[in-house]
């Protein structure tokens, strides 16, 4: 039996790494080439297996065994050393062509190494997305957009209001084109369908329920889509989705969602205004709705769609400051600050102010110094992901009273608004028959 001591000893064998070639068998790699000047013929020659053969000549390269004539393929002469036994010629692998900046990057620093004299050996250059370049194709693309879209035909204004009154409707974390499966969820099934019909019983269900005020705000707090490209990752982190669709079919599927909710809000208030958060799932979809939507209800007077491109946006009524905020980068314990200082001007001419936030799809209330912060949860089911963290699923309409700010608000429930029936999500994994029969 092999003793402790042994069976150690056989380990570290066996880790030890792959001694480095003899100067013996890279010069004999390298004379075969000198004669024959043909890698194959030479490592036939020799008995090797071409791959064996190449790293051995690639090392005697190195070590400056070949001639100056052949030079390896691949090398380059870097150092010519006279000795009494003749030249000693040293090759390396061959610098590549000259550098160039990749189209659509810029320089972003460069590194360099340099020897006890300061001079340079070798040099790093870093390069970035060209963020502005980035921005003007967007621009532009977002731009031609425009152009080719339809505009929407007005509807007819309701025939009573309350002018004072305000109603928020709020939206957050849709997550349209996400996929959940109750079975291992233990929150709901979820696709791209579900979600589309959800979020529109949730609206009708919301707006008969609602007073009827002159002013209404679409407020979608972002992360509206799932994901932001036809991979289904986060766009900052890389972080894989739990996707039901196709890219263009969420993106259809959000286009008829929000056309059919404005015209609902303009046939119940006077004024609608639209607010499309920036946010961590979809940054550039909103950029695209927000856009697009302008453009569309251009000649509707009735409808505003906020298209600041920042990440935080502000709307006054009366004597009312409503903030919005997706919540990915301030949270309700801090966002107070920078929306103050953002807006100091509206802040400063009102004196009831409300931030309202997501993200974090859980309810939360806080009362600062400067003003109410809420956090809203979604109306929609959790993915694998986030089921590893309870909330309720349900959304708000608050309305508010251009003097005394909040009014009143109605809370639906995704459940209370998708009513007795069970919808089954694309993935169910149930018999046919058995889905039926429910």
């Not at 409707?169 to 996400?178: P, R």
């Not at 979600?195 to 002159?214: H, M, N």
């Not at 079919?249 to 920036?278: F, G, N, P, S, W």
Request: glycine residues 8%; aromatic residues 8%.
């Amino acid at each position: 039996m092999q003793t402790l001591r042994q069976k150690h000893s056989l380990d570290r064998g066996r880790l030890m790494p792959t001694p480095p070639l003899s100067d013996d068998l890279a010069k004999e790699a390298a004379d075969a080439f000198i004669a024959l000047g043909n890698k194959s013929q030479a490592a036939e020659l020799l008995r090797l297996p071409r791959q064996t053969f190449n790293s051995r000549l690639k090392v005697a390269a190195e070590r400056g065994m070949l001639p100056t004539t052949p030079v390896m393929p691949g090398f380059r002469i870097s150092q010519v050393t006279s000795t009494p036994n003749g030249d000693f010629i040293q090759q390396k692998p061959e610098h590549g062509g000259q550098f160039e900046v990749p189209a659509g990057q810029k320089i972003k620093g460069v590194s360099a190494l340099v020897d006890a004299d300061g001079r340079e050996v070798v040099k790093w250059v870093k390069t970035a997305a060209d963020s502005a370049q980035q921005l003007a194709a967007m621009r532009a693309a977002v731009e031609a957009f425009k152009e080719e879209l339809p505009r929407a035909e007005p509807v007819a204004a309701p025939a009573h209001t309350i002018d004072d009154l305000l109603n928020q409707y709020t939206i957050t974390d849709h997550h349209l084109g996400a996929l959940a499966w109750n079975e291992e969820t233990g929150g709901g099934d979820y696709d791209l369908r579900i979600g589309e019909q959800l979020i529109i019983d949730w609206f009708a269900s919301a707006i008969a329920q609602s007073p009827p005020a002159r002013r209404a705000v679409f407020a979608q707090l972002g992360d509206f889509l799932h994901y932001d490209s036809f991979k289904s990752i986060t766009p900052e982190h890389g972080h894989l989705l739990d996707g039901d669709s196709r890219y263009p079919k969420m993106v259809r599927a959000a286009i008829r969602i929000v056309r059919t909710i404005i015209r609902m809000l303009l046939e119940k208030h006077e004024q609608v205004d639209v607010i499309m958060c920036d946010a961590n799932h979809d940054p550039a979809g909103e950029v695209w709705l927000r856009e697009g939507f302008s453009a569309f209800y251009d000649e509707e007077p009735r409808v505003t769609v906020d298209t600041n491109p920042g990440t935080y946006s502000v709307i006054e009524h009366g004597d009312v400051s409503l903030f919005y905020h997706h919540g990915h980068r301030r949270g309700v314990k801090n966002v107070d600050s920078i929306l103050v200082g953002k807006f100091r001007k509206v802040y400063g001419r009102t004196s009831l102010s409300y931030a309202h936030t997501g993200h974090k799809h859980s309810d939360e209330l806080k009362t600062t110094d400067l003003m109410k912060v809420e956090q809203h949860e979604t109306l929609a089911a959790p993915d694998a992901y986030g089921s590893n963290w309870l909330s309720g699923r349900s959304a708000k309409v608050i309305t508010y009273h251009k003097d005394f700010g909040e009014d009143g608000r109605v809370i639906l429930s995704a459940a209370r608004v998708m009513g007795a029936s069970k919808r089954q999500a694309a993935n169910d994994n149930a018999p046919a028959e058995q889905r039926r029969a429910a």
